[in-house]
DNA sequence: GTGATAAGCACCCCTCCAAT
DNA sequence: ATTGGAGGGGTGCTTATCAC
């Protein structure tokens, strides 16, 4: 798994998109190492420290926090399992046929990819929601109402790491926080990202279309596809059929799901897809255009707007408490050492006021009925330490 | 003005000791 | 067993200053 985020001078999260290719100025937000910004033709791009990697970024254990069903979609399926997977898909699945018993791996059922139903026909398993997402079968509009709990558990998942390892002061604590951190400017990119679906047609008869997303507006977006596609082809027109705000998370499922009409154009140029039959154009843009407005919950609401979690607002106020602890301190010991007076002056009571106090007062009554000092602190209702120092004055 | 720290002080609670 | 004396530890109020 590929580091993807640095942090700068002012501690903010750096994406590598954000950055150009080669050394920076960037720092690893787990141990604080350079980064260097690896952003080649092959692999994905990613940072790499400058000089070793550390613990917590290579430790093979451990996964870097991700969008659950954001860009894998094998699940935590291993090859072996994955094939049986889409075998079943193949087999049964397709022509929405029930599995039998003796078909069935326990693990598709334990990961809740298959599950049982006693009224199917033949066999009584049939592929989950979830369990159609490997093998790209399921609809776009579905695929969000899986996804989405998914996410905020996830996130609500991390909160939990931040605040556990932040009340048991857990060397893990910055651990967690990044991983929060990171999570979050995931999520936030994906809402912030608007998803969209062109059609163009070519001079030459062909019409290919693209799915891609922006968060600037979409004119923009479509005059940058414009120069980019002007070298490539002599006449043609672009058309917006849709655009799906904070739909950012469906463009990976989109390239899975449809994979199999993707063309490349030529270089970079990889979003584009094109149908053999009109039946199969208009069957993609049902799909897409079955999924509902996106309307945001608060928890997204937040994530959008970059608003720190409740345990983060709680971590930085603490440290803003201590900071202002130690500007006090120190700036008491300075007027000190200038010979200023600090914390309450010495003022005594004289003799005369103490013993002229109503509780004073009630005790040297008491004392003159003969009572001890017991007795005395007793009847008038305070300690037998005052008692003793009125006695004492009075003796004196 | 608010909220924090420093220091003094009164007070409380408790224990120990010795005298009665 | 009761009482007075001495003193340590802890709490909370008071009064001061500091940063924001």
Redesign the pocket.
């Given at each position: 798994m590929w580091l993807r985020y640095g942090i700068d001078q002012d501690k903010t999260l750096v994406s590598i998109e954000d950055v150009p290719r080669g050394k920076t100025q960037l720092r690893c937000p787990y141990c604080n190492g350079e980064l260097t910004a690896k952003k080649g033709k092959r692999k994905e791009h990613h940072f790499a420290h400058t000089n070793e990697t550390c613990r917590e970024v290579s430790r093979s254990d451990r996964l870097l926090p991700t969008l659950p069903l954001y860009d894998n979609f094998n699940i935590w399926l291993t090859g072996k399992e994955l094939k049986q997977l889409k075998d079943l898909w193949e087999r049964y699945g397709v022509n929405d046929r029930g599995i039998s018993v003796k078909e069935v791996p326990s693990i598709l059922i334990r990961e809740k990819l298959l599950e049982h139903n006693p009224y199917r026909y033949g066999g009584e398993y049939q592929f989950t929601k979830l369990g159609k997402i490997p093998v790209g079968a399921l609809s776009l509009m579905l695929f969000n109402q899986v996804q989405e709990p998914l996410l905020i558990e996830r996130l609500q998942e991390l909160e939990k790491n931040v605040q556990v390892a932040y009340l048991n002061d857990s060397p893990t604590f910055n651990e967690c926080l990044r991983d929060l951190q990171i999570y979050q400017a995931e999520f936030r990119k994906i809402l912030s990202n608007t998803l969209y679906y062109l059609q163009i047609d070519t001079s030459g008869g062909n019409t290919i279309y693209k799915i891609g997303v922006t968060r600037r507006d979409i004119e923009t977006r479509v005059a940058e596809i414009k120069n980019d596609l002007a070298s490539h082809f002599e006449n043609f027109s672009i058309k917006v059929l849709g655009t799906w705000p904070h739909r950012g998370n469906v463009e990976k499922y989109f390239k899975h799901r449809y994979s199999f009409f993707n063309v490349t154009i030529i270089g970079n140029l990889t979003e584009y897809y094109n149908f053999f039959t009109p039946e199969d154009a208009k069957a993609v843009l049902r799909d897409l255009r079955r999924m509902q407005a996106k309307g945001l919950s608060p928890i997204e609401v937040d994530i959008l707007e970059g608003k720190p979690s409740q345990i983060e607002q709680l971590i930085a106020d603490n440290e803003r408490?201590e900071?202002?602890?130690q500007?006090?301190?120190?700036?008491?010991?300075?007027?000190?050492n200038?010979g200023?007076?600090?914390?309450?002056?010495?003022?005594?009571?004289s003799p005369e006021e103490?013993l002229g106090?109503p509780?004073?007062q009630r005790i040297i009554a008491a004392l003159h009925e003969g009572?001890?000092?017991?007795?005395?602190?007793e009847k008038a209702?305070?300690?037998?330490?005052?008692v003793?120092?009125v006695?004492?004055l009075l003796n004196t």
């Open positions: 408490a900071r202002r602890s500007a006090i301190k120190t700036g008491m010991e300075r007027a000190k200038w200023q007076n600090v914390g309450r002056p010495s003022v005594s009571e103490f106090k509780s004073s009572l001890s000092l017991r007795q005395a602190a209702d305070v300690a037998v330490n005052t003793r120092k006695k004492a």
